[in-house]
């Protein structure tokens, strides 16, 4: 960094302690892919493009609507209609004409997927769907490509680093790790559905371009094997940990091959097939003497259980608590399915026997739904 000019831009950054120019030059020279340019990728993109990253691909094919403004401040009114890559880049080349902007006005599939992340050095998911989610999960995995990860919705946001080289050269965990299988439609509402606080990606999308930042420079703790969690209404930062799981790396592609063969859209739930029961199933099991419910949800979650007894093992505590676990079936329930799924597939992975252990399809909002539905028809 021998430019007077880049110098100074980078000046205030390059004077922390432990950061210093050979930080500054490890950014200079990074390469990295962001997938989305709405709520997360704004942030993500003006404080990488601010940061000094060396080159940025940017991978988006939708246009700008007024619905988009109260959260993805790097557009304004007059861009409305016009592609997201487009107006980003434009933007962001006034920001520094320094960094290297490359566009893909593309929806990223199983096609084009592999080939477009080769080129980068690490790989930051700001999309909106879960079908996006797990194609670029597997895809980093099958490449060798660490993976920035965040989500939004309502007032909370997620963040977490995936397949990162750790000190035994073994990759840390991935995606299917903490969410082994897609949920199926409407099982989990998206931002459309939900709603979304407008500050909130602009927090969330900031903790994504740290964590990029970390890794590109190799300073601080990153968010490996861990998931963080941010809470809007109470302020509130909670930190999961989790580990690498046999069960969910089943559901990775083994190769390229299969990887195009993959129909991320309407992706094969083998675990659902596996573990999971239905609500009808799920009141026949609770006559049994010989089973057990598990809610693996936060204490604070709603709708809270009061129709049958239960006991509450929150996931982040579930691997300390198994061998508590005696020989009778057990059932774990969640929000939506998908937490209690994973709960299923860990105690299996744990005692080496899936014949025990179910998933209530849907989670305990489902089956409320079903049960209200049942007694306004009686």
């Known amino acids: 960094m021998e430019d007077k000019n880049l110098h100074e831009r980078y000046q205030r950054q390059v004077i922390l302690k432990g950061f210093g120019a050979p930080a500054q030059n490890a950014l200079l020279n990074a390469k990295v892919l962001v997938i989305g340019a709405g709520g997360l990728g704004c942030p993500v993109l003006q404080y990488l493009t601010a940061a000094g990253i060396g080159c940025i691909g940017v991978v988006d094919d939708d246009v700008i609507s007024l619905s988009n403004l109260h959260r993805q401040v790097l557009f304004d ?200 029961i239905n609500a009808e199933k799920f009141d026949e099991m609770l006559l049994q003497s010989n089973t057990k419910v598990i809610d693996v949800r936060e204490p604070h979650e709603l709708p809270f259980v009061t129709e049958f007894e239960f006991t509450r093992i929150p996931l982040e505590e579930l691997k300390r608590k198994l061998n508590e676990f005696t020989k009778e079936n057990i059932i774990f329930i969640c929000q939506t399915g998908v937490r209690s799924m994973q709960a299923a597939a860990i105690a299996a992975d744990h005692f080496d026997n899936s014949s025990r252990f179910f998933s209530l399809q849907g989670g305990i909002v489902a089956w409320k739904k079903i049960h209200e539905m049942n007694h306004n028809g009686n």
């Open 77 to 276: 009114s007059n861009d409305i209609g016009k592609p997201k890559t487009r107006v980003a880049i434009i933007k962001l080349r006034m920001m520094n004409p320094d960094t290297k902007l490359v566009e893909y006005q593309i929806r990223l599939d199983n096609n084009n997927c592999l080939d477009i992340i080769s080129g980068y050095d690490i790989i930051v998911d700001c999309t909106d769907n879960f079908a996006s989610r797990y194609m670029i999960n597997d895809a980093c995995v099958l490449k060798g490509k660490p993976l920035v990860y965040a989500a939004v919705s309502g007032f909370e946001g997620q963040v977490a680093v995936f397949n990162v080289v750790g000190k035994g050269k073994e990759r840390t965990g991935n995606y299917r790790d903490l969410f082994p299988v897609q949920p199926k439609k409407g099982e989990v509402l998206n931002c459309a559905e939900a709603g979304v606080l407008g500050v909130l990606p602009g927090i969330t999308g900031s903790l994504q371009a740290n964590e990029v930042i970390k890794l590109i420079t190799g300073i601080g703790a990153k968010l490996v094997n861990q998931l963080l969690t941010y809470n809007a209404i109470h302020n509130q930062f909670i930190v999961y940990e989790y580990n690498s799981s046999i069960q969910s790396s089943a559901f990775i592609p083994a190769n390229e091959t299969d990887f195009l063969k993959m129909n991320y859209e309407n992706e094969c739930t083998a675990y659902i097939d596996h573990f999971g």
